[in-house]
């Protein structure tokens, strides 16, 4: 299984990002997928993740009324799109992902509840 991510980059407070990851190696689609970000010296924390049936979507409170999540259920792709960004939302960003069982919704912010993790794509906002 990989999990490819791309989208980060620098951009100017206010501006938008679009983040992508897309899932190869396995024929059925995943049950969720996620996107943490984690900052030098500090733990990776949950930012948004969606459950592949339904869709249904989940956001970290800093992330509500700014970033969408979103999937491509044809592609295995799950997008972040993210507006308004802060300076504090500086980070690399991890795309995660889980086969099989779905997870309850209580533990969709826990990084032990996904199987296959990405590389991490670098998002710079500048103020």
């Known amino acids: 299984v990989q999990l490819q991510a791309s989208g980060g980059g620098l951009v100017q407070a206010g501006g938008s990002l679009r983040l992508s990851c897309a899932a190869s190696?396995?024929?059925?689609?995943?049950?969720?997928m996620g996107w943490f970000r984690q900052v030098p010296g500090k733990e990776r924390d949950f930012v948004a993740a969606?459950?592949?049936?339904?869709?249904?979507?989940f956001l970290t409170d800093s992330a509500k009324g700014r970033f969408t999540i979103s999937r491509d259920n044809a592609k295995s792709t799950v997008y972040l799109q993210m507006n308004s960004l802060k300076p504090e939302d500086t980070a690399v960003y991890y795309c995660?992902?889980?086969?099989?069982?779905?997870?309850?919704?209580?533990?969709?912010?826990?990084?032990?509840?996904?199987?296959?993790w990405g590389q991490g794509t670098l998002v710079t906002v500048s103020s």
């Open positions: 969606v459950f592949w049936s339904g869709p249904r979507t």
């Open positions: 995660a992902a889980r086969w099989g069982s779905r997870m309850i919704t209580s533990m969709i912010s826990t990084q032990t509840s996904y199987h296959y």
């Open positions: 190696g396995r024929t059925e689609r995943p049950s969720v």
